[in-house]
Structures are given as C-alpha cells and as structure tokens.
C-alpha cells in the first residue's frame, strides 16, 4: 500500500480512470469517486492475495528445476533476439 501511495503513476492513472463512471446527478462526484476507490481496493484485496500464493507456488517448483530456468531463459532470449530482428528489417 505504501508503494502504491509514494507511486505517481498511480494516482495519475486513478485520477484518468475513475472520473468516467462518475454519473451527473447521481449523487455527489466526491461520494462517487469514494465508493469507486473503495471497490478498487476491496476487488484488489480479493484477488491479488490468491495471485500472490499462486505465483509463490510457481517460484517454488520453478526453484526445485534448475534446468527448467535455463530453458526459459534461453528461449526467452531467443524470442527477444527474433522480435528485434523483425523490427529492424521491417520497412514501416
């Protein structure tokens, strides 16, 4: 929570993304952008705890096959290697 206070991207995207569901008349804008901030954090508080255990989880066997990493890496950088060859041969 900390980092995403201390984070301005954060609260430059919150202050471009919230204020198109706000409804003139539906109450006040303030109360409007609360509720929608709150419903941010409690979908948040959700359903990245499940995302976090299951990343750990993923770490974990990822750890436990060395040779698996060094798979990932090498055709990762292969992918990486083809994607700026694209780009640099291509004419537009």
Do not use: C, Y
Not at 7 to 33: D, E, R, S, W
Not at 37 to 65: Q, T
Request: charged share 15%.
């Amino acid at each position: 929570m900390l980092i995403n206070l201390l984070n301005p991207k954060v609260a430059v995207f919150m202050l471009a993304f919230l204020p198109q569901f706000v409804v003139i008349g539906a109450g006040p804008v303030a109360l409007q952008l609360a509720l929608h901030g709150v419903l941010i954090i409690a979908v948040a508080g959700l359903i990245e705890p499940p995302l976090v255990l299951a990343g750990e989880r993923v770490m974990r066997g990822l750890r436990a096959r060395p040779g698996f990493g060094l798979w990932l890496d090498r055709t990762l950088g292969a992918l990486l290697i083809a994607l700026g060859l694209k780009l640099a041969l291509s004419r537009d």
